[in-house]
């Protein structure tokens, strides 16, 4: 997680990630911030996003990253 959190600061700076649930709802992620985070997430994890995980409900907290993040690795 700490590394997500790394992710995002470097992506969008200055976001409390901990307790923001809003990320793509109040825009803090916009679709180019997305792409971003999908490279650098498939690059660091060693997962691959498709078109059908690209939801806000995926995207609108640190937390729900790593739930997708957790789940393309297999360690549901």
Known sequence: MEELLE????IAP???YEN???L????????F???SL???MEDAFDIEVSPAELVPENF????????M??????EE
Not at 60 to 67: E, F, P
Not at 69 to 74: A, Q, Y
């Open 24 to 31: 793509v709802d109040d825009h803090i992620l916009d679709s």
């Open 14 to 16: 200055g976001v409390d």
């Open 60 to 67: 609108n907290s640190a937390a729900s990253l790593w739930k």
């Open 38 to 40: 999908v490279s650098e």
């Open 33 to 35: 911030g997305i792409l």
């Open 69 to 74: 993040i957790c789940r393309l690795r297999g």
């Open 7 to 10: 992710i995002l600061e470097e």
């Open 20 to 22: 923001c649930t809003t």
